[in-house]
C-alpha cells in the first residue's frame, strides 16, 4: 500500500481483524437470540430484548466504562478470566468485543425481522415429514433467513469498522494494538500536520462502507432469487 | 391399519368433542366450514394439543392425555397434505420430494420413481415450486407426504383451494393412491362430490362434534346428513360401464337396471360410483312415457323427510340402490308419497356431471 503510510496500513488492517472477529464471533449468539425474541415467549423476554438494544441507546463511552468495569482487570470476572488466559482489556480482543456489543442490536434486529417473515406453517410441514426441530431450524428456517442474516452481518460489520466511543473508553488508543481506523483517525487530527494521514483514513472508511453496501446489496439480490424459488 | 380418535378442546366460543374410528381405505371428515375437521387434523398430526382424548394408529399411542403421552409430530409418521401444499420455495420440485424421502426410515425400496410417475411430475422435477401451478403443486406435495414413508396420509382440503378445473386434475390421483398406494388416507372435505367419489367411510361433524359415521353408501345415502346444505344431498351408486354408444352416452349397469349418462372416462367392464343429487331426481307414481330423460328406474318409497322450507327428501329403494329425491311437500302431498308407495325415478342423463363420477373404493 504505497499511499497509506505503515501506521496508517497497520490501523485499517487492525479494524479490519477486529470487524470480522467482531462479528463472526457474535453472529451464532445473535442468530439465537433473532430465532429467540421472534418465536419463543419466555419469561424475562422484554427484559432481554432491552438488554440487546441497550448499546443503541446508552451513549458508546457508557457501554465501553460498563465493559471496563465488569471486564478489566481489576473486576472479579475479568480477573477470572485473565487466570484463564483471555484477557480483553487494552488488547486488539477488547476491540472486537466493544465492536461486537455495539454492532449486536444492529444484527439481532435485522435478522429478527427476517425469522418473523418465515412462514411458521413451512416449518410445521418440515416437522410432519419427520425432521426434528433442529433439523427443521437448520433444512427450512435457517435458509430461508439467509438473506437477513447476511444484511444483519455487513450492517454489523459496517458498524464494528467504525466503533470508537466504546472501544476507545475500553481498550485505550495503543498504536498497533488497539488503534482502530477511527481511533487512528482522531489521534492524526490531534497532532499538527495529521491532516493529510487523516483524509486518507477517512477515503479508506468511505471505500470499505460503500463496498460493503454494494457487496450486501449483490449477495441479498442473489439470495432473494433463490429462496423465492421462481 | 386403522386409526381412533377421541378428543376433546374448548376454544374461546367453541367446543370440540369428537370421536371417530378411521378403518383401512379413506375415511373422510365431512363437514361444512368451522365445523372443526381441520382442528381435527392438527390434533392427529400433533400440532396442536387437545385438553383431553386419545389418538392411536393401530396400537401406537400418538397422544393420551390421561397417560400423558404426547408424540411430537416428527415422530408421528403422518404425511400431511395441506390445503396450500406448502412446498419449499427455497428447494425445487426435486428436492423437495427428496426431503420428503429424506427423515424416512432407513431401508426399504426407494418409491421415488413410482411417485413421481403415479402423478405425472416427471417433468416439473427441475423447477421450483414458485413456477409451479396451484394443481402442480398440490400433486408434488402429495408425492412429498407420499415419500416420507407415512403409515398414513392426512389431507386437509387439498382441493379447496383449486378452481374446478384443477380439482378434476387432482381427484383421480387421491383416487389411485386409495387404489394402488395401499396407505389409509384420513380426508377432509366439504364437498360433496369429493366425498362421494374418495370415501370408504364418512365421518360427518357439525359445530364440534360428530353426528354420523359408517360406511360411505350408507352415510351418503341418509337423508338426514345434509352437513353442508340441502344442495349437497345425494345418493351414491355403484355400476358397471357396460358400452359406450357412440352418440357420446355411456350405458351402465346398477344392479340390473340400465343408466345412461354423458361419456365417462372408465372402460366397459370397470366398475364406477357415480353420485346423484338430491334434486337432480323427479319422482312419479305412474310410469312416464314420452319423455325425454333416459334414465327412469321403478322403486319403492322408504322413507319421506320433510325438510325446514317448501322442500322434502324421498328415499325411494330401487334395484340400483338407494336413492333420494328433493321435491316439495306440496308433491309430495298431491302425490300421496308415503312409505311403501311404488314410484318412479326419473334421472336426466346431463344432470349428472363428470365430478361426480369416479372409481369405486
Known amino acids: 500500500m504505497g499511499w497509506l503510510g505503515p501506521e496508517e496500513w497497520a490501523a485499517v488492517a487492525l479494524s479490519l481483524k477486529v470487524a470480522f472477529w467482531a462479528v463472526a464471533a457474535s453472529l451464532p449468539l445473535g442468530i439465537v437470540t433473532a430465532y429467540a425474541l421472534a418465536r419463543w415467549s419466555f419469561p424475562g423476554k422484554q427484559i432481554l430484548n432491552g438488554l440487546v438494544h441497550l448499546p443503541l441507546i446508552l451513549p458508546p463511552v457508557v457501554t465501553g466504562y460498563l465493559l471496563l468495569l465488569t471486564l478489566g482487570p481489576q473486576a472479579p470476572l475479568g480477573g477470572a478470566l485473565e487466570s484463564m488466559g483471555i484477557v480483553f482489556a487494552f488488547r486488539w480482543t477488547g476491540a472486537a468485543l466493544a465492536a461486537g456489543v455495539m454492532a449486536f442490536p444492529l444484527m439481532v434486529r435485522a435478522i429478527r425481522l427476517s425469522v418473523e417473515a418465515v412462514d411458521p406453517k413451512l416449518e410445521e410441514a418440515s416437522a410432519t415429514l419427520g425432521a426434528p426441530p433442529l433439523a427443521v431450524f437448520a433444512t427450512v428456517t435457517l435458509p430461508l433467513i439467509l438473506p437477513g442474516i447476511l444484511a444483519g452481518a455487513i450492517l454489523a460489520f459496517a458498524k464494528a469498522m467504525g466503533e470508537f466511543g466504546a472501544t476507545i473508553t475500553f481498550v485505550s488508543n495503543i498504536p498497533g494494538q488497539t488503534r482502530t481506523l477511527p481511533s487512528a483517525i482522531y489521534a492524526f487530527l490531534q497532532v499538527p500536520g495529521g491532516e493529510a494521514a487523516a483524509l486518507r483514513l477517512v477515503a479508506v472508511s468511505v471505500g470499505v462502507a460503500m463496498g460493503a453496501l454494494l457487496l450486501s446489496e449483490l449477495l441479498g439480490r442473489w439470495i432473494a432469487r433463490r429462496v423465492a424459488g421462481a | ?361
Open chain 2, 1 to 361: 391399519m386403522s386409526l381412533s380418535v377421541r378428543l376433546s378442546h374448548a376454544f374461546p366460543g367453541f367446543g370440540l368433542d369428537i370421536a371417530f374410528d378411521a378403518p383401512p381405505g379413506v375415511t373422510v371428515l365431512f363437514g361444512r366450514s368451522g365445523s372443526g375437521k381441520s382442528t381435527v387434523v392438527r390434533a392427529v398430526a400433533g400440532l396442536m394439543r387437545p385438553a383431553a382424548g386419545r389418538i392411536a394408529l393401530e396400537d401406537r399411542v400418538l397422544f393420551d392425555s390421561g397417560a400423558r403421552i404426547m408424540l411430537p409430530p416428527h415422530r408421528r409418521r403422518l404425511g400431511v397434505v395441506f390445503q396450500d401444499a406448502r412446498l419449499f420455495p427455497h428447494l425445487s420440485v426435486a428436492q423437495n420430494l427428496r426431503y420428503g424421502a429424506r427423515f424416512a426410515p432407513q431401508g426399504g425400496r426407494d418409491d421415488t420413481a413410482r411417485v413421481v410417475e403415479m402423478l405425472g411430475i416427471g417433468p416439473l422435477l427441475s423447477r421450483r415450486p414458485g413456477a409451479l401451478s396451484g394443481g402442480e403443486r398440490s400433486r408434488v406435495a402429495i408425492g412429498r407426504a407420499l415419500l416420507s414413508r407415512p403409515e398414513m396420509i392426512l389431507a386437509d382440503e387439498p382441493l379447496a383451494a383449486l378452481d374446478a378445473a384443477r380439482k378434476a386434475e387432482i381427484l383421480p390421483y387421491f383416487e389411485r393412491l386409495r387404489d394402488e398406494a395401499g396407505v389409509p388416507i384420513l380426508y377432509v372435505s366439504h364437498a360433496a362430490e369429493e366425498v362421494a367419489r374418495l370415501a370408504t367411510t364418512v365421518v360427518v361433524l357439525e359445530a364440534g362434534r360428530t353426528v354420523r359415521q359408517g360406511p360411505a353408501l350408507e352415510v351418503l345415502g341418509d337423508p338426514g346428513v345434509a352437513p353442508t346444505g340441502v344442495r349437497a344431498v345425494g345418493a351414491v351408486l355403484e355400476a358397471v360401464v357396460r358400452a359406450h354408444h357412440p352418440d357420446g352416452l355411456s350405458e351402465l349397469d346398477a344392479g340390473g337396471v340400465a343408466l345412461h349418462l354423458p361419456r365417462v372416462a372408465q372402460k366397459p367392464g370397470q366398475r364406477l360410483r357415480l353420485r346423484i343429487a338430491a334434486q337432480e331426481v323427479m319422482l312419479a307414481t305412474a310410469e312416464p312415457r314420452d319423455i325425454s330423460a333416459l334414465n327412469v328406474l321403478p322403486g319403492r318409497v322408504e322413507a319421506v323427510l320433510p325438510g325446514q322450507g317448501p322442500g322434502a327428501i324421498v328415499t325411494v329403494e330401487t334395484p340400483a340402490g338407494k336413492l333420494l329425491a328433493r321435491v316439495t311437500r306440496r308433491s309430495a302431498g298431491a302425490l300421496g308419497l308415503a312409505p311403501g308407495r311404488p314410484v318412479w325415478a326419473v334421472v336426466k342423463s346431463v344432470s349428472i356431471a363428470p365430478e361426480d363420477v369416479g372409481a369405486p373404493s
